[in-house]
């Protein structure tokens, strides 16, 4: 039962772009005020799912409207057009039939061919073939709908005829519903409506200006289509921006030249203009878009949609994170703490088309060699092993080069002893200076990632021992360097700001090949580091970026515990009892103990001011009902591993939620969340979202989140009507281990900082997630604490033997 209300609601919330079923049983109910063709919308769409559902479609796809809404138009164009009789009673159920076929030939040939969505356009060709058959009867009369206008007398006629456009985008004739969707609209998305109210205002304005003469006839029907276009180019579709906006008030002038167009088109038929304006116009953009040699600007929609608002925060959160991720992996071509001593754009070489090139030492108190440092053994990384990056074979090695005195250089032979590694797909690595006679593979040997293959030397023009890596493009010995980051690293005394900021890198990526007019005699390395230390002890993960100089790097080493923990699997269950407490009584000087030991004072929990919504203590089903304890209500849920149609894994909650998550083998992610945020699974996607699988004294991260995945804070919304233009919000999460002596446990304590700026700047919140990993590398416990005195508190179930 559940399932078919559910297709019946997003089924309508569909039509406007939308995934909340609260949104399609608004419409529902405010479409009842033409109770004529409100049920023979819902018999529509009614009938169409139940024949997806008999034919065996994709459910997933069933329950999320995909095939509903070209019914429930369909189904309500007939009876707005016509007057209802026995015969069309018989005949609307039929070509509803048709409709659904339509929709899915449609559907799947747009799809796989152009790579673009059906819109409505099935149930346009739907209806046309509907109103030609009636052609041959003779009792199908035009219908004429009461209207509420005289109730509305007091609102000004542009804002009367804006509702009405709205109303008609369901073929409702009644301001009511125009005015109860768009209220719907703007609590669904600021974003949305601001499109929908500016795209109208410019369609009509320019109608009147170049077509006074037609307003009367074509001013509805330009205004719903402007306003539907603006949704789907303006944000829904192509990603929220202030060029999407201005691409939106460009459709609605568009719209009324289609419109125009369609209109003296079909002036000697009775086929209406419809939505066809918005189909043309929306179809032939967005394939456009996908012809560009840039998609940075205009990004189409490339994810499964929520709001606008929340599309562009999902976006900017997966760039953020994922935007530097390669096709390959590499790890630091080195073991255990290396200090680089030159880096990009190095003082002394590594410059033009050689730039992109590191040097690494190992150091001591800041020296990189004991005594006097007049000898190669005094050296600290000299003899040292060196390994592959990556899994490879080795193509290139230049061996018996002689490693230089302390202070000389070899000129002639400047990149010394070198092994040239192949790892496919064009991307090549040079490990150069090697040791005479420490290299331990040979041409065409294929290696694995972190294989030791030499040990550092001091060959060529290296007047002091260390290890020169660079990635290139070909298999030449001195190759131009090629910029490729190194995949997860941990820096020492990396760059953290406080209070949750995170500090971007500004170094890109940069992608090919630069154009080589011969082989030049440059490259190499001459010159001694001086000391450098770089403050603090922190350990701070890195993940596809690029060491800068004096940077102290190191690879991650997985902790077998938190490998386990962490190691998700499909078909894997999972059972959690957690409390929802909203009484604030957690113990001060403990914070949130989940049972790992005491939490330490200076980590209590912030129980400061700030709005919780009241919608946040309920029972969120999905559970057992276990009873209340301390003011709290205590309940299961039940978790289960998946992978959807894009291979992606999950996490779903009987709570009714879903994480993505994905696993590098040295970093675990939460990509995505959707669904219940009382549940256990979304106490654990906060607690958890990037988790480096090392434990290691001092390691910090950040990340950043979402700001629509954090619970309400209203100043965001209102911030919202400017998202085209400025994002006025942030959320930041401060991470680290903390493993008490002589426990066996390990906790994963987070601090996540949600702040506001410009206009919000006083709009502040902060968040304190616990979780606790047992010996044997299970997940324990977690929580998630909130301003007000809400906290979640989760822990495995005795009965789950798992």
């Known amino acids: 039962m559940q399932f078919f209300l559910n297709s019946i609601f997003y089924s309508y919330a569909q039509v406007l772009f939308s995934n909340r079923r609260w949104l399609g049983a608004l419409i529902l109910a405010a479409s009842f005020a033409a109770p004529g063709i409100a049920a023979m919308s819902l018999l529509g ?20 409207g995909f095939y509903g809404f070209n019914g429930i138009l369909f189904s309500a164009a007939t009876v707005f057009f016509f007057n209802l009789t026995p015969l069309s009673v018989v005949l609307i159920p039929l070509f509803v039939v048709i409709t659904f076929f339509i929709a899915v030939v449609l559907e799947n040939y747009l799809a796989v061919s152009m790579n673009l969505p059906g819109l409505t356009l099935p149930f346009v060709i739907a209806l046309f073939i509907y109103m030609i058959f009636l052609g041959n009867f003779h009792d199908i009369t035009p219908a004429v709908h009461a209207t509420d206008a005289k109730y509305y007398e007091f609102l000004p006629e542009v804002v009367r005829n804006f509702f009405r456009s709205v109303a008609l985008l369901f073929f409702q004739p009644n301001i009511t519903t125009g005015l109860l969707i768009t209220l719907g609209v703007l609590f669904f998305s600021r974003a949305l409506f601001l499109l929908g109210v500016s795209a109208w205002l410019v369609a009509t304005l320019f109608l009147t200006a170049i077509l006074p003469h037609r307003v009367d006839d074509l001013g509805l029907i330009v205004g719903f289509n402007a306003v539907i276009t603006s949704f789907a180019l303006g944000g829904s ?13 460009i459709a609605a002038v568009m719209v009324v030249i289609v419109t125009a167009f369609f209109a003296a088109l079909f002036e000697s038929t009775t086929l209406p203009v419809l939505v066809l304006p918005f189909n043309f116009i929306t179809l032939s953009t967005i394939y456009s878009l996908k012809f560009r040699k840039e998609q940075t600007d205009l990004v189409l929609l490339y994810f499964k949609p929520g709001s606008p608002e929340e599309n562009l925060y999902h976006h900017r959160n997966r760039l953020s994170r994922f935007g530097n991720f390669k096709l390959f992996f590499p790890e630091l071509p080195v073991w255990g703490e290396w200090t680089v001593t030159q880096a990009f754009d190095g003082e002394h070489t590594h410059k033009d088309k050689w730039r992109y090139a590191w040097d690494f030492v190992l150091t001591e108190n800041g020296e990189e060699f004991a005594g006097k440092g007049e000898r190669l053994e005094d050296y600290y990384c000299y003899g040292i092993p060196v390994s592959a990056p990556l899994s490879g074979k080795v193509v290139r090695i230049s061996d018996g ?16 002893n070198t092994i040239i590694l192949d790892h496919g797909e064009g991307l090549f690595s ?3 200076h090697l040791k005479p006679g420490s290299i331990k593979v040979k041409e065409g040997d294929t290696i694995e ?25 070909d298999d030449s010995v001195g190759g131009y360097t090629h910029k490729f980051p190194f995949s997860f690293y941990l820096e020492r005394g990396g760059r953290i700001k406080q209070g949750g900021e995170i500090e971007r890198s500004e170094a890109g990526t940069q992608d090919g090949e630069a154009d080589r007019g011969g082989v030049a005699e440059r490259g190499g390395d001459e010159t001694r580091s001086s000391k450098t230390e770089r403050g603090g002890d922190e350990l701070v993960l890195k993940a596809f970026d690029f060491p800068e100089k004096a940077a102290k790097v190191q690879n991650i080493e997985k902790h077998k515990t938190l490998g386990k923990a962490f190691n998700f699997k499909y078909g894997d269950t999972f059972s959690f009892v957690y409390e929802v407490n909203t009484r604030g009584d957690v113990p001060a000087s403990h914070g ?41 209500l205590v309940k299961t849920e039940e978790w289960k591993t998946g992978i959807d149609v ?15 998550f994905y696993n590098t083998g040295k970093v675990f992610y939460f990509s995505s969340f959707s669904g219940n ?19 290691q004294k001092g390691l910090v991260w950040e990340d950043l989140i979402p700001v629509s995945d954090l619970p309400r804070l209203w100043g965001r919304y209102i911030s919202e009507f400017f998202i085209f233009f400025t994002s006025w919000f942030e959320a930041k999460g401060k991470y680290r281990f903390l493993k008490r002596e002589g426990e066996p446990n390990i906790s994963l304590t987070g601090e996540v900082f949600y702040s506001g700026s410009g206009l919000f700047a006083g709009l502040k919140r902060e968040y304190k997630t616990e979780l606790t990993i047992t010996e044997s590398g299970q997940i324990e416990s977690f929580s998630f604490a909130m301003p007000g005195g809400k906290t979640i508190r989760v822990k495995k179930n005795p009965e789950d033997k798992g």
């Open 430 to 432: 040079a490990l150069s």
């Open 592 to 632: 949130v103990n989940m049972g790992g030991g005491d939490v330490p004072a200076s980590r209590g929990v912030n129980m400061g001011g700030g709005d919780v919504p009241a919608s946040h203590g309920g029972n969120m089903g999905g559970g057992d009902l276990h009873g209340r304890k301390r003011g709290g």
């Open 401 to 416: 080069i002689p490693d230089n005195e302390i202070g000389e250089i070899d000129l002639e032979k400047n990149w010394g």
């Open 449 to 473: 990632k972190g294989e030791i293959i030499a040990n550092c030397g001091n060959s060529g023009r290296s007047p002091y021992p260390h290890l020169h890596f660079q990635f290139q493009t």
């Open 237 to 249: 579709l192509v990603l929220p921006s202030a060029k999407s906006y201005l691409l939106a008030l």
């Open 646 to 660: 894009f291979n992606n894994p999950y996490i779903e909650s009987s709570a009714g939620a879903v994480a993505n």
């Open 677 to 695: 945020k009382d549940s256990a699974l979304y106490c654990l996607y906060l607690a958890a979202r990037r988790v480096p699988l090392t434990l």
């Open 45 to 64: 769409v009614v009938l169409t799912n139940l024949i997806a559902w008999f034919l065996k479609f994709e459910p997933a796809k069933i329950e999320s």
